[in-house]
């Protein structure tokens, strides 16, 4: 599995959707599901919470848990539906995932996150990987990460995704703890020294192909979140500066092809806004990008899924003058 450059985890952001929207725009990256709760794939609609569509592969399903039952029959699961990994999230610091005991907090108990691991490698034969923190309170000296990190390593896991924030439990909301905890990434450079058999994947902040490429002098692989949601044509420069490969779209040939998904889905029930939200940033550092966010603000809330409707909001004229606008000054 590559997984030099990969797409974060993001609830309520990373789903089917927006997946195929940034798989259209690269063909290397690897991509992560939301956080998808071990108890619900027991309990829920499973098809609703885990289809996806195959042209999005490589696809990470990333699962939140502490029960080793659950989590090992979700990442069967997961495997039978098709995902290329298991990611077990032992970062979200939100209150309500603690209350579940699972994310974060579940830094404090390496013995039970170890018995999880245990039983999801046995269930499965996809990789099982760990998305974690540099600490927690007051806890984020480098030894703790070091024994956490190893005791780990002897269930068999072999990649960590580190997220060079430590998290504050319980005080903290979710989006101070991703912005206020200073980023430390010489601690995750340390974890690839002292673990060189281990894939590293360094997280956070993270937001230029220059960046990229100079945590790749160090780690082995860099992951990003937000910067990719709010600017999603980075991809296209990720291709082509890490990759190597000239051969990405524009941003109307992902439009074009973007339509046609938002055709199909439409056709199947989905609202159009459902899918379009994710394009926001596509123009984003374009002078003209507030005609497409415009465009698309006034347009994409359509509520019955009439297929009519949405030939006439992405009537291709009119969308042709909104890209241009929206595409102006590269
Ligand atoms: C809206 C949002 C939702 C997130 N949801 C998850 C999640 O479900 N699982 C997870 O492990 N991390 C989640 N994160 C954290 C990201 O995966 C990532 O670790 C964090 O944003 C730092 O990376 P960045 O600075 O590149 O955004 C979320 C972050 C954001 C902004």
């Known amino acids: 599995m590559n997984r030099k450059v990969s797409v974060a985890p993001m ?28 108890e619900a794939i027991d309990r829920g609609d499973k098809q609703k919470l885990l289809s996806f569509n195959i042209e999005e592969k490589p696809v990470a399903l990333q699962l939140g848990g502490s029960s080793p039952k659950l989590l090992s029959n979700a990442a069967k699961i997961g495997e039978e539906f098709g995902y290329d990994e298991i990611n077990l999230n032992l970062g979200c610091p939100s209150k309500k995932v603690q209350k579940n005991k699972f994310g974060a907090c579940l830094i404090k108990e390496p013995n039970l996150v170890a018995d999880c691991l245990i039983e999801m490698q046995a269930k499965t034969k996809l990789p099982v990987t760990v998305k974690t923190r540099i600490g927690y309170d007051q806890v984020e000296d480098y030894e703790h990460l070091y024994n956490f990190i190893n005791k780990l390593k002897l269930t068999g896991i072999k990649t960590f995704i580190i997220h060079a924030r430590k ?23 340390k974890l690839k020294e002292d673990f060189k058999d281990l894939e590293i994947i360094i997280n956070g902040g993270i937001n230029t192909t220059d960046q990229i490429k100079s945590h790749l002098f160090k780690t082995d692989g860099v992951m990003l979140g937000r910067s990719v949601y709010h600017s999603p044509y980075l991809l296209a420069e990720i291709e082509k500066e890490i990759y190597k490969n000239e051969n990405y779209p524009s941003r109307q040939e992902v439009v074009e092809k973007l339509i046609e998904y ?69």
């Open 167 to 189: 998290a504050i439990l319980g005080k903290f909301t979710p989006k101070q703890n991703l912005n206020i905890p200073p980023l430390k990434y010489e601690m995750v450079y």
């Open 11 to 38: 609830m309520d952001c990373t789903d089917k959707h927006e997946r195929y929207f940034l798989r259209l725009i690269s063909k290397n990256i690897l991509l992560y599901t939301e956080m998808v709760v071990s």
């Open 262 to 330: 938002l055709k199909k889905e439409v056709n199947k029930g989905t609202r159009v806004n459902q899918v379009m939200r994710h394009t926001l940033g596509l123009f984003h550092g374009q002078t003209g990008s507030s005609y497409w966010k415009r465009y698309l603000s006034e347009n994409m809330c359509v509520r019955d899924a009439d297929i009519q409707k949405v030939n006439h909001i992405m009537d291709k004229v009119k969308l042709n003058n909104v890209i241009q606008s929206a595409g102006q000054i590269d």
